[in-house]
């Protein structure tokens, strides 16, 4: 497409020659521009994907695809019956019995408030979220009427280790299956520490065995039945058959269901910052047009005398635009080799700065998740590149076209 005379001339035009540095650092500008903001949409997107994808991950490993809930009451009484049912679902993998209710936890002079899980030990235990970063006391030490599990991060708050006592407080309990008037307390020995990744739960949820949660929290059924399916993306097409096997009085909550606030907020910030920083790219693109139209003026002598030699018109239009092209082509690979080593590295730059002002700059507290997480969407970086170099191309025809029209004659006469 271009010969060689074309590339010759168009990459000497990019290069600083005397009196022509004004036009070269416009040109510079432009491509620093196009560097930047392909850098960052590339490092924005892959952690706002990282986000999406590490909440996911760890909400769906420490929650349920899908929950059968009771209507109108407290618990599901005859649970073992409605699990065994929905086992036989086509697309259930596992269907876990849960407790859950709110507490509050002391030990020593700290205290706070946190959520209440009762679950079967081998239930518990063999979630890959938990088991995956799991202290435990001993073989089968989370069994028994005064075993809890806590996460790390409420171990932290109240100062507990293995083998710690942690009090439990809780509205209107009281052991053997019976409501009670007033709260009841309990000691309980903590035998096991988990590290889930999630702020949320590590730091506000108590697990117990599910009959030492029925016995404190005077349940006989239990609050919930969490299912995990084959393919959770597809979890409406079982949802039917889950209904019948269930049978009337139980009705099913999904993941997409609970996270639908979630997911919406997420895409609605990722189109919007994804507009706004690719208003960077747009910049960077006038810069190019601003600094090929004064390259086009400072070489109108040149032009004429090259058009007077037996270039064509055509010819001309071509150094420009690939003049102008160069400038987003490198622009644009700089970017992208940017970009990705910035989200590769961002947790780590991320601690280097935090150890080096002594500043938090990820707090867990606000984003639940314990580390940056970053994924890098291939889609989503063709599409970033291909916009960046779409960009430039465009705003490499109007000047190249100026100087392909520039009449020789009129060019030469003021010089």
């Known amino acids: 497409m271009f010969n060689a005379f074309e590339r010759t001339v168009a990459f000497r035009y990019l290069r600083a020659r005397r009196g022509q540095g004004f036009v070269s650092l416009i040109a510079g500008f432009s491509l620093l521009g196009i560097v930047i903001g392909v850098a960052t949409l590339i490092t924005v997107t892959s952690v706002m994907n ?6 996911l991950a760890r909400f769906l490993g420490f929650n349920a695809h899908v929950s059968a809930v009771p209507l109108g009451g407290r618990e599901i009484a005859d649970y073992e019956a409605v699990a065994g049912r929905l086992r036989g679902v086509d697309g259930v993998t596992r269907v876990v019995p849960v407790i859950e209710a709110q507490a509050l936890a002391s030990a020593g002079k700290a205290s706070v408030g946190v959520q209440i899980r009762g679950e079967q030990p081998e239930d518990f235990l063999a979630r890959p979220l938990i088991a995956q970063a799991l202290q435990l006391q001993a073989p089968g030490a989370f069994a028994g009427g005064d075993a809890v599990a806590i996460g790390r991060g409420l171990a932290e708050k109240l100062g507990l ?16 299956g019976e409501q009670s008037a007033g709260p009841t307390a309990r000691a309980f020995t903590v035998v096991a520490i988990f590290d889930a990744g999630l702020y949320q739960f590590d730091s506000g949820v108590a697990v117990l065995p599910l009959p030492a949660a029925q016995s404190f929290l005077g349940f006989r059924g239990v609050s919930r039945l969490d299912l995990m399916v084959r393919d959770p993306d597809r979890i409406g097409e079982i949802a039917a058959p889950l209904q019948q096997a269930a049978g009337p009085g139980i009705r099913f909550f999904d993941w997409k269901q609970a996270l639908s606030g979630f997911l919406d907020i997420v895409a609605g910030q990722r189109n919007v910052i994804f507009v706004i920083l690719s208003l960077i790219v747009l910049v960077a693109a006038f810069n190019i047009i601003s600094s090929l139209i004064m390259l086009v003026k400072e070489k109108g002598a040149d032009i004429a005398i090259l058009r007077t030699m037996g270039a064509s018109r055509g010819s001309i239009l071509r150094i420009f635009f690939l003049a102008g092209a160069t400038i987003g082509v490198i622009g644009t690979l700089a970017g992208l080799g940017l970009g990705i080593a910035l989200a590769d590295s961002l947790e780590t730059l991320r601690q280097w700065l935090q150890q080096l002002t002594g500043t938090p700059i990820f707090d867990p507290r606000q984003y639940y998740l314990t580390r940056i997480p970053t994924e890098i969407d291939t889609g989503e970086v063709v599409l970033v590149c291909g916009m960046a170099l779409a960009l430039s191309l465009l705003a490499s025809i109007y000047p190249a076209w100026r100087a392909a ?11």
Do not use: H
């Open 50 to 55: 990282g986000f999406q994808t590490e909440l």
């Open 161 to 176: 280790s293995l083998g710690g006592k942690l009090t439990l407080l809780a509205p209107g309990a009281a052991g053997q």
């Open 405 to 415: 029209r520039l009449d020789p004659v009129e060019a030469l006469r003021y010089e």
